[in-house]
Nanobody, 126 residues
Framework: QVQLVESGGGLVQAGGSLRLSCAVS????????MGWFRQAPGKEREFVAA????????RYADSVKGRFTISRDNAKNTVYLQMNSLKPEDTAVYYC???????????????????WGQGTQVTVSS
């Protein structure tokens, strides 16, 4: 079992920044990749960014490239999502996911993630 707890969401004006955290507990050594996804009201959950646990390879959605940065601190079992230059369209509930399947690159498909956190709300005002 793996438990994920997100934090760091909130209300910010357009152009501002937030840093989300995802604390991982349980079978942390079994996680091969960690991903951030988001879901806006009435929309499907969409990929934002992901990172491999051991080698640090990353992937980003085109919509956030150059603005968001994913990182991890394995000693603290925490994954971060630094979000800069936020836009109103970034408003969503952000979820952290853990993928336990061995791979060379982190997956962008939500159904391939085995565990999820409860989500944290990010609201960007214009």
């Amino acid at each position: 079992q793996v438990q994920l707890v997100e934090s760091g969401g909130g209300l910010v004006q357009a152009g501002g920044s937030l840093r989300l955290s995802c604390a991982v507990s349980g079978r942390t050594s079994s996680t091969y990749a960690m991903g951030w996804f988001r879901q806006a009201p009435g929309k499907e959950r969409e990929f934002v960014a992901a990172i491999m646990r051991s080698i640090g390879g990353t992937r980003y959605a085109d919509s956030v490239k150059g603005r968001f940065t994913i990182s991890r601190d394995n000693a603290k079992n925490t994954v971060y999502l630094q979000m800069n230059s936020l836009k109103p369209e970034d408003t969503a509930v952000y979820y952290c996911g853990a993928d336990l399947t061995p791979s060379y690159l982190p997956t962008t498909r939500s159904y391939e993630y085995d565990y999820w956190g409860q989500g944290t709300q990010v609201t960007v005002s214009s």
